[in-house]
Structure formats: structure tokens, C-alpha cells
Nanobody, 134 residues
Framework: QSQLEESGGGLVPPGGSLRLSCVSS????????IAWFRRAPGKEREGVSC????????DYADDVKGRFTVSRDNDKNTAYLQMDSLEPSDAGVYYC???????????????????????????WGKGTQVTVSS
């Protein structure tokens, strides 16, 4: 069964850090562009960051620029989201999603993170909870 699985969420105080991981199984992540989304309580899912398959182009939502860093290790079929200087507003369920890089619909610099929900992703993870609280 082909799937994505996130891990690394947890409870951290404001100013703390977490590193989320997104591992694929059943398919080769290297052929896919990856997006990270989050859904805060009572809010719609929103795009946070993305990274292309091999060119390693990246993009971030404005409110996480300078604090979050997306990366990937294709040899390990894994993508990462390093989150530093976490704020209470960063709390929510974080999801990773994958779309074939050949579709060229994600992380090409031609659409803002607010439009990523319009992209039909090939795979979604089930999410990992991030809580930022003292």
C-alpha cells in the first residue's frame, strides 16, 4: 500500500523547535514534489511550505519564512520540516502531501501557498499534531 506518514509532532513551549518527518512507503518519493500543510483548530487547511523533487526549489507561507526550513533526503524517501521559534499560532495538525513532479503544479514560484489547496495531490499523510504552549 502506497502511503505517506508524518512524525515528529509534539508539545513545545513558545520559542521551541520541532522537526517533522514525512516518509513514503510503496512509492519513490524522489518523483514527487512535497508540500506541508497545517490545519489549526477552527481554521481551514493552509499551505506552509513546499519542495520540489530534485531541483530543490522551496517556498514558504509568509508567516513561517525565516523560521521554518523544508528539506528532503530522496535516498531515505523522506521530507522534513524544521520548525524553529515556534509561536502559539503555529499549532495544529501538520500534513505532508505529494504530487508528481511531472505535473509541475507545485513550488514553481507561480502560485502562492494560499492556492495549494486547489492542487490535486497524489498522496496525503494522516497528520501529526503540533502544540505550542507554555
Amino acid at each position: 500500500q502506497s502511503q505517506l506518514e508524518e512524525s515528529g509532532g509534539g508539545l513545545v513551549p513558545p520559542g521551541g523547535s520541532l522537526r517533522l518527518s514525512c516518509v513514503s512507503s510503496g512509492f519513490t518519493l524522489a518523483y514527487y514534489d512535497i508540500a506541508w500543510f497545517r490545519r489549526a483548530p477552527g481554521k481551514e487547511r493552509e499551505g506552509v511550505s513546499c519542495i520540489t523533487s530534485s531541483t530543490m526549489k522551496v517556498d514558504y507561507a509568509d508567516d513561517v519564512k525565516g523560521r521554518f526550513t523544508v528539506s528532503r533526503d530522496n535516498d531515505k524517501n523522506t521530507a522534513y520540516l524544521q520548525m524553529d521559534s515556534l509561536e502559539p499560532s503555529d499549532a495544529g495538525v501538520y500534513y505532508c502531501a505529494a504530487v508528481s513532479t511531472y505535473q509541475r503544479v507545485l513550488c514553481r514560484g507561480d502560485r502562492s501557498p494560499s492556492t495549494w489547496n486547489d492542487i490535486h495531490m497524489d498522496y496525503w499523510g494522516k497528520g501529526t499534531q503540533v502544540t505550542v504552549s507554555s
